[in-house]
């Protein structure tokens, strides 16, 4: 059940424990993808692991801001520092689980997001509000899970695993005609790296057009098969989150 589509009534005759609430970013993605791309990529992850999961889940909405400072030299990147970010989580899930639904994936789109998500998720199942665990979706698959992808496609930024989500699932809002822009100004890696250390806190400091790897690798149809292995992965967790045993540890 989506809430944004439900009415109360509806709401309140869910007949389950279990929710999914999205959370992504609102930052760049090179000149060829949108803003929205992991706010986007973490909406649909969360609905297509639903739509696989045998079972009933609450939908919440999207949170579209997210940890992204190091965008911050590109229009139009917006960053929520990580206390507000994980406030904003804790809130969101408190509210969910006043209402019934105390068992919570939080569906992630952004890097960024990680660690402060894994501290708010355990903060709330260990103060016992909701037994909360975060699911990032582009550590639960890889490039093997899509065939349409080349061997040496990496996660990156703006690259060719989050430019083929997003083709397959918005395709008119990517600019194929920008790819190579995209790739001769970005970068091969993350970052300035020494001695084990990463000098670069911003993305400027190493990436001119804001994008670590190569989106004219990307295909619509890689995106439909990543899309499908997060999904599956997904329904698996939130089969394990509906049936794990918290009596000893809540």
């Known amino acids: 059940m989506q809430l944004t589509e439900a009415t109360w009534p509806d709401a309140a005759s869910a007949e389950t424990d279990l929710a999914v609430l999205p959370v992504g970013s609102t930052e760049q993605h090179g000149p060829h993808a949108p803003l929205g791309t992991d706010h986007l990529a973490a909406a649909a992850v969360a609905e297509a692991g639903v739509a696989a999961y045998d079972g009933d889940v609450v939908v919440a909405p999207t949170l579209p ?36 639904w105390d068992r919570v994936v939080v569906v992630n789109g952004h890097g960024g997001n990680t660690a402060p998500l894994r501290e708010a998720c355990a903060r709330l199942s260990r103060d016992g509000d909701a037994y909360t665990v975060p699911f990032t979706w582009f550590d639960a698959v890889d490039a093997d899970d899509a065939d349409a992808l080349p061997d040496d496609a990496g996660m990156g930024h703006g690259g060719a695993v989050e430019t083929s989500l997003i083709r397959h699932l918005h395709a008119h809002l990517v ?42 690798q990307s295909s619509a149809e890689a995106g439909a098969q ?25």
């Open 65 to 100: 801001v997210g940890v992204a400072e190091e965008h911050r030299h590109f229009a139009g990147t917006l960053w929520l520092g990580e206390d507000t970010f994980r406030a904003a989580v804790s809130e969101t899930v408190a509210s969910l689980a006043h209402h019934g």
């Open 226 to 250: 990543l899309l499908d292995a997060a999904a599956a992965s997904l329904a698996e967790l939130l089969a394990a989150v509906e049936h794990r045993d918290r009596s000893e540890t809540a």
């Open 175 to 216: 600019d194929e005609g920008k790819f190579e822009d995209a790739s001769e100004n970005g970068a091969s890696g993350w970052g300035e790296w020494q001695s084990g250390t990463n000098l670069a806190y911003d993305t400027a400091e190493f990436s001119d057009s804001g994008v670590v790897g190569d989106p004219g």
